[in-house]
């Protein structure tokens, strides 16, 4: 399974480092056969060697140039990094990227082969609009997106419970992503509150390969326990 942190806009340099540190004794130290992902914030990348892949939580689609406040890829070569999160909901609401503005940074890291974590999710009143409503505004963040690309993760994370500690039900979960697999075949996460408290029950659930975990992914024992939770499971 795939077990994945978005540390957001916390941990400096240090921390980070001491964070996948500490990650990478425990996946040693337990011989854990899961693919963790962890996202630094951009400032805190830094080249690493070992069983955890880093990726970066947003990348413009440049190799350099005149984007103020960006990176690029030569800034992403200089750490090794291979792995980029896109269309992550505050990146789409909060700081207002398009579906096209997307589309446009997917294709830029397909094209290089990146391993890219991709995320949709609905915000409250299209779920509140009924299943219908939902789907369609899920389906509209598919377009444009190559869903059959090899190297692709999707991570379905309802905006309503990203930072909320509110979660869908169990059958919730299990039902859009049954719906959303018929959209692609690549690995579907679950994200949104994910706790170490929840986390053995949403890895359990059929069509869940993996978690993306923001604010209890900050507590690296916490995030271990999860690791573990889907070393258990499988
Ligand atoms: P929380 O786990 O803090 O709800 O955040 C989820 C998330 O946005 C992961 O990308």
Known sequence: MIIAANLKTNFTRKQTTEYIDELESYISKNNTTQDVLVFPA????????????????????????????????????????????????ERRHVLGESQQQLVKKFNFYKELGFKIVYCVGEPLEKREAGKGEMMNYISAQYEGID?????????????????????????????IHTDLKEKSTAPLLYGGSVKVTNAKEVLALNNVDGILVGSAALNAQHFCSMIQFAEDIQ
């Not at 060697?49 to 200089?78: C, M, R, S």
Request: proline fraction near 4%; charge should be negative.
């Open 42 to 89: 951009t400032s805190s990348l830094n080249p690493h060697e070992g069983k955890v892949i880093v990726g970066a939580q947003n990348a413009y689609a440049t190799n350099n140039g005149a984007f103020t406040g960006e990176i690029g890829l030569d800034h992403l070569n200089e750490f090794g990094i291979k792995t980029i999160l896109i269309g992550h909901s």
């Open 147 to 175: 869903t059959s690309y090899e190297n692709l993760i999707i991570a379905y994370e309802p905006v309503w419970a990203i930072g909320t500690g509110l979660t869908p039900t169990l059958e919730d979960i299990q039902t």
